[in-house]
């Protein structure tokens, strides 16, 4: 089972979340600059109630990857916005997609990009975990893209403020973020990324000592972003008809090759034949 939700975030700082220092990247903005309902809807503050994040896109659409035919490419086993409130003393909600793959198994960017974020993931269910930032340039989608990857094995070989090259390998897949109780219980969790992604027409963000929150953005089911055009927000996706559940999913083989041919987007892990 994944545990991919916030722990209480650092004291300090506006709503209770310290700021991290400048990294340098452009669009990086003082905490003051996002507003209350960014930070609860996004950040998941533990004093912001979890309709905020409700209201932001973060419920179940009902999408679901179809990939090309022939391959074989690592799925979804824990789904977007599954309920974990029978595993918290909260209301809180799976924000991304889990997909397991042995340890170590490199984990690819999404897309062209820029690393906005690293963290550690010492306090952090999320455990060691990668932001990257990508432009409508990169992606050829008219909105700023902002995807997460989580429970690296071992902290990235990467710097905040770096552009990565999609495919370009994030991290291995790890378990980080297991809690003191799943250790000490022998329950801790099996290898995966935790991938989430989320949409916004802003280039700013600001950094906290433990997570990203980008300037009036909106949570995506990751499957949507494969749709590859707007709209992507939770609502119009839960509303498509039965027929257009299922996305296909533009992917990269080890051998770097893509299907299709031409894609600025992948699934971030590699299929193979």
């Known amino acids: 089972m994944s545990d991919a939700e916030d722990r209480d975030g650092r004291r300090g700082g506006r709503g209770g979340l310290a700021p991290a220092g400048p990294t340098g990247v452009d669009g990086q903005v003082a905490p003051h600059a996002v507003d209350r309902m960014t930070l609860c809807g996004i950040g998941r503050l533990p004093n912001c109630d979890a309709q905020t994040a409700v209201?932001?896109?973060?419920?179940?659409?009902?999408?679901?990857?179809?990939?090309?035919?022939?391959?074989?490419?690592?799925?979804?086993?824990?789904?977007?916005?599954?309920?974990?409130?029978?595993?918290?003393d909260r209301e809180v909600y799976h924000g991304g997609i889990d997909m397991p793959a042995s340890y170590g198994t490199p984990i690819l960017a999404a897309a062209d990009g820029q690393v906005i974020g690293i963290y550690s993931g010492i306090d952090s269910m999320r455990g060691i975990e990668v932001m990257l930032r990508h432009t409508p340039q990169d992606t050829g989608i008219p909105l700023y893209i902002y995807t997460q990857?989580?429970?690296?094995?071992?902290?990235?070989?990467?710097?905040?403020?770096?552009?990565?090259r999609m495919g370009q390998?994030?991290?291995?897949?790890?378990?980080s973020g297991s809690t003191p109780s799943q250790l000490r219980s022998g329950r801790e969790r099996r290898p995966a990324i935790?991938?989430?992604?989320?949409?916004?027409?802003?280039?700013?963000?600001?950094?906290?000592?433990?997570?990203?929150?980008?300037?009036?953005?909106?949570?995506?089911?990751?499957?949507?972003?494969?749709?590859?055009?707007?709209?992507?927000d939770s609502q119009t996706m839960k509303a498509l008809p039965a027929a257009e559940k299922a996305v296909p999913i533009p992917?990269?083989?080890?051998?770097?090759?893509?299907?299709?041919a031409g894609t600025r987007l992948i699934w971030p892990y590699a299929c193979s034949r």
């Open 55 to 88: 209201d932001r896109g973060l419920f179940p659409t009902g999408l679901r990857p179809r990939f090309p035919a022939g391959l074989k490419c690592p799925d979804i086993d824990e789904a977007y916005a599954i309920s974990y409130s029978h595993k918290r």
């Open 149 to 164: 990857y989580a429970h690296l094995h071992a902290m990235p070989d990467l710097a905040v403020g770096q552009r990565v």
């Open 169 to 175: 390998t994030i991290g291995p897949t790890g378990n």
């Open 194 to 232: 935790h991938f989430a992604a989320w949409f916004t027409a802003s280039p700013q963000f600001v950094a906290f000592a433990d997570r990203i929150v980008p300037l009036d953005s909106y949570w995506m089911d990751p499957v949507a972003l494969y749709r590859l055009r707007p709209p992507f």
């Open 251 to 260: 992917v990269m083989l080890a051998d770097g090759t893509t299907q299709p």
